[in-house]
């Protein structure tokens, strides 16, 4: 499983990949209306310049996912991740390792100890 910086393409093409995931994710919980809301609070080409500018860093877990983390002040802060749902079982645990391993080693970017 790999982490890719998110190239101006995929900024592109986000709102797209995480539509279908925040529907299923949260009809159950949210009206429609609310999580369209949302998506386009997060996603869309401001509210993704928006968040740019706040320092919040975006990367693809290979082609199934996507990882947000921000720098506050010492501590690393992961905003959000979301795998496709035929991919979670199989790989959030490692997905979940990889990060780790990424931040005990120093290796995530911004992030300077």
Known sequence: MKLTPFTETDFQ???DFMKPLW???YSPIL???QILFLLDKYFSEEGLK??????YQYFKIDDIGV???VIRDEDVYMDK???LPAAMEETALKGLKV???GL???SVPGLDR
Not at 50 to 55: E, F, K, S, T
């Open 99 to 101: 990060l780790r391993a």
């Open 23 to 25: 529907l299923e994710t």
């Open 67 to 69: 990882l947000v983390y």
């Open 81 to 83: 991740l979301y795998l």
């Open 50 to 55: 928006y968040y740019r500018g706040l320092g």
């Open 104 to 106: 005990c080693a120093g």
């Open 31 to 33: 009206p429609e209306k």
């Open 13 to 15: 093409g986000l709102y």
